[in-house]
């Protein structure tokens, strides 16, 4: 359903058409808050928070974006305060020597792997690649490791990255430039360049 009609049902009472709004946008919400909080429990207070606070505000949205952004731009905030509050760092600034030179994150499709390897080897080789860069993306600062994931995983674009974090669009480039970097100097330093 369009965001407008669903957003007009929500405001006449429709309880299930806020379910609904749930249902899409939990996939994006928790994406944010799983990369920038690290409490597990805060994690669920958060989340609710953000449901309220979208419950809350809904007849303010005025469709200048998609809705399921501006709930990203709720949830974004109230980790960002939630860090804020408790005193914790949302972005590092502590730069790389390496900064400067352009790496491109590791992508791993069919071409990129061994194809002498039977089809197990493969799925176990990508299953490992998998969780060492999971790993090593949750090792970056908040602010980092949520550029990521909402450019790789949610594949979202630069502009709705900005929307989401009121960053400047060349700001999420630059962020998300420095993030890659940040990610590729930590896999080089933790792993040999064999093992990758």
């Not at 007849?59 to 731009?73: D, E, N, R, V, Y």
């Not at 998998?130 to 490791?145: G, M, V």
Request: aromatic share 8%; net charge neutral.
């Amino acid at each position: 359903m369009a965001d407008q009609p669903l957003v007009e049902k929500v405001l006449r009472g429709d309880t299930n058409a806020f379910k609904t709004i749930i249902k899409s946008t939990e996939g994006l919400v928790a994406q944010i808050i799983f990369k920038m909080i690290s409490n597990n429990e805060d994690r669920k207070d958060i989340a609710q928070d953000v449901y309220l606070k979208t419950f809350q505000s809904l007849q303010q949205f005025k469709f200048q974006s998609k809705l399921a952004t501006w709930i990203g731009h709720i949830a974004y905030n109230t980790c960002v305060n939630y860090l804020e509050k408790k005193k914790l760092v949302l972005l590092d600034n502590t730069n790389n020597e390496d900064e400067t030179k352009e790496s491109p994150l590791v992508i791993l499709d069919n071409r990129s792997i061994d194809i002498s390897r039977n089809e197990t080897e493969n799925l176990i080789f990508r299953k490992e690649i998998s969780e060492i860069l999971k790993t090593e993306i949750d090792k970056l600062a908040p602010l980092y490791k949520t550029l990521i994931t909402l450019y790789h995983n949610e594949e979202l674009s630069y502009a709705e990255i900005a929307q989401i974090t009121d960053l400047p669009e060349g700001t999420v480039k630059n962020y998300l430039f420095r993030a890659r970097n940040k990610l590729r100097v930590n896999l080089l330093l933790t792993y040999k360049k064999e093992e990758l």
